[in-house]
């Protein structure tokens, strides 16, 4: 009898326990994840781009896009980027690399990918493509989520998926025509969402390290941003395929799993910011607000 | 009856070429603005923060913020940020600027303001201060929209109104309790808007000329991306406000008013945008990439 008491009681008090413990915030989530919540990035998908400031990381998603993800590949390993240069920062929006004289016949050209390609602004719906719906909503998409990792929206009656324009996207530039954005030519948003681009550009992956260098450069002051003077741009030092990089310097890259029970605490807890510092917690989130965690992986 | 089918006829005509005309462009739009569309701003609404890169100009919202405005205005006077610096740049989030030894009991104080103020996060929604609804919505206030130039939220039911932190907002920063903010710290949004800021931070206007001499700004490495050495602070010569600049060097600024047609025009142009390069008109926008004009007049 008393032991029967002591059990309901011990139920009863977690139980309490638990509908009363504070949230925990992200980073104490994070604190407790295992190495089953996080996923690896393939080495053929990651971009590692040298800029005399720094290195940034951009994952490449060739669920999205297949033929665009290929020839950037291709690109990288006939060393297409190395010394051509950043031509464009446009406040709240791009910044954006490749050859300031593509135009001219006599430019650089790449030998093994065609001059133009078949857009990839969206894909059909498919199954098999890993998609986790954020239920707070969207005001441009019918449904938006997570793609393996990558913030997406899915038009179901139209059976269409597609990548968002969220900061720190990568999108192949591109002109008038949909087929003119090969890939020589990239950007990534440093701005607001300009979720407006969404289903226009072809994007080919997001930045999951080093974007300070990206966001904080100079704004050029032409049109659209461009740099008015050549000495203006910024020099790319080299852009190679993580395959391509010696083992020592290429470094190992975990993104948090976005399909998993851990993921959806995360958002939650960034609904309802538990941080005692917040005063009115939103209680909703906006796509591109939920964060997607990344670690590098440090060898023992 | 010729002159009947004449008339006819012409009004087909014009209904025609109007309904299936291409829309316009927003520059388009702006170059056939007219006066009375603008609205100039008040030179005791201007903040002036010279950098050794260039000028920032915001505009203050004492509609909002009417208290804290007072205060701002009031350091402006006397010349309290003078000499300190911007002491925070976290990618993706904010830059901040104040004393960075604020906490130290020897630093320079304000000497005609409170240490703390009342929070101004939101206001009683009152219908003498001007609100244009954006239909389409929100994911988190139950209704968004444009007050005088301002981005804006408001909950008819909760019957309160307050700004939201859309690319280019100002605010002040505060510590734990809500009252600690009177507006000696001052930040701006730098990118994706973080809306879940909304509520819990009293916005006191926005940035609407020289943002990138804050976006491009090197972004801190220590915690929240604060400055780890002294030296990497950016140096405030000044902040004036415009009533106290010399009329030659103050510059008449003017904001294209958001309760006109004109501005709904804007908003459709940017729902549905006309240039040829869009391939997939998105029909909707989101709060935060509605455009709000700002022109400098030049005097003849």
């Known amino acids: 009898m008393r032991e029967s008491f002591y059990l309901t009681m011990s139920i009863l008090l977690f139980i309490l326990n638990s509908a009363f413990a504070a949230p925990l915030t992200m ?4 604190a407790s994840s295992q190495d089953s919540d996080w996923r690896e990035a393939d080495a053929d998908n990651l971009l590692y781009m040298t800029l005399s400031t720094g290195q940034v990381v951009i994952e490449l998603a060739p669920l999205f896009a297949p033929r665009l ?3 950037i590949r291709s690109l990288a390993r006939e060393r297409y980027w190395d010394d051509l240069s950043i031509n464009r920062a446009q406040d709240n929006y791009v910044v954006q690399w490749g050859d300031p004289s593509a135009e001219d016949p006599k430019s650089k050209k790449p030998t093994k990918v065609p001059e133009t390609l078949a857009a990839e602004f969206e894909r059909a719906l498919d199954k098999k493509v890993p998609f986790t719906v954020l239920k707070d ?13 990558f913030p997406a929206a899915r ?19 591109r002109n008038t025509p949909a087929e003119s954005g090969p890939g020589m030519e990239l ?4 701005g607001h969402a300009p979720r407006h681009l969404d289903r226009n550009i072809s994007l080919v992956g997001r930045v999951i390290d080093g974007m300070e260098h990206l966001s904080s450069l100079p704004r050029g002051t032409g049109p659209l941003g461009f740099y008015e003077k050549p000495a203006q741009r910024i020099t790319i030092k080299s852009i190679r395929l993580g ?3 010696p083992g020592k310097d290429r470094g190992r890259w975990q993104v948090l799993r976005t399909d998993t029970p851990l993921f959806q605490k995360v958002i939650e807890s960034r609904r309802h910011r538990p941080e005692e510092w917040f005063h009115h917690r939103a209680g909703r989130i906006e796509l591109c607000n939920v964060p997607i965690p990344v670690r590098k992986v440090t060898e023992k």
């Open 27 to 30: 980073s104490e989530l994070l």
């Open 69 to 71: 993800t290929a020839n």
């Open 137 to 149: 909503g969207d005001i441009y998409a019918p449904e938006v989520g997570f793609s393996d990792g």
């Open 155 to 173: 038009d179901p009656r139209g059976k269409k998926m597609w990548l968002t324009h969220c900061y720190g996207a990568v999108g192949a530039g």
């Open 187 to 190: 950007f990534a948003v440093i």
């Open 243 to 245: 395959r391509d990089v």
